[in-house]
């Protein structure tokens, strides 16, 4: 099989997801999640956005000062609302997560660091490459295929 790893040339990507994208992955996508990762957990030549390290301590920072006026809240609920907008799912069910998302409280955002293991995912399901040199995007991951390092 031809592999991400195989094409990167790494074995594992590093990715940081808030709880709340998750939860809704959960509840409204069987599990199937949509990830942007990097091939190393501090890439240095990344953006603090697109790096999954940084991501976690600040979104860790924003949690425990609940700061729900900082702007990767606002950052993060638009993008989730992207997400959801450009989905399949019924008019009814995207109202309801549209207003979940709008009144969710900091806590919502605490994230998650994960662990992808590129071995078993198939290149063509690499969407997209980002901005920065160690940032890619698969949109249909699925729990067999992320260890949790820090929940």
């Known amino acids: 099989m031809s592999t991400i790893a195989k094409h990167l040339g790494k074995t594992n990507g590093y990715s940081c997801q808030p709880w709340l994208s998750i939860d809704i992955a959960d509840r409204y996508f069987a599990s199937v999640y949509r990830a942007w990762f990097a091939t190393t957990i501090n890439p240095q030549l990344n953006g603090h956005s697109s790096n999954p390290l ?9 949690i425990h000062t609940n700061d729900h006026n900082h702007s990767r809240v606002d950052q993060l609920k638009q993008r989730m609302t992207n997400w959801i907008a450009g989905s399949n799912l019924p008019p009814v069910d995207k109202a309801s997560i549209f207003a979940e998302i709008a009144a969710a409280p ?25 901005q920065f040199p160690d940032e890619y995007q698969v949109r249909d991951l699925i729990p067999a295929e992320i260890q949790v390092m820090v929940p």
């Open 106 to 130: 900091v806590l919502a955002f605490r994230p998650q660091l994960w662990k992808l293991n590129l071995l078993n995912i198939h290149v063509s399901r690499l969407i997209s490459l980002g």
């Open 54 to 62: 940084v991501l976690f301590q600040e979104l860790d920072r924003i």
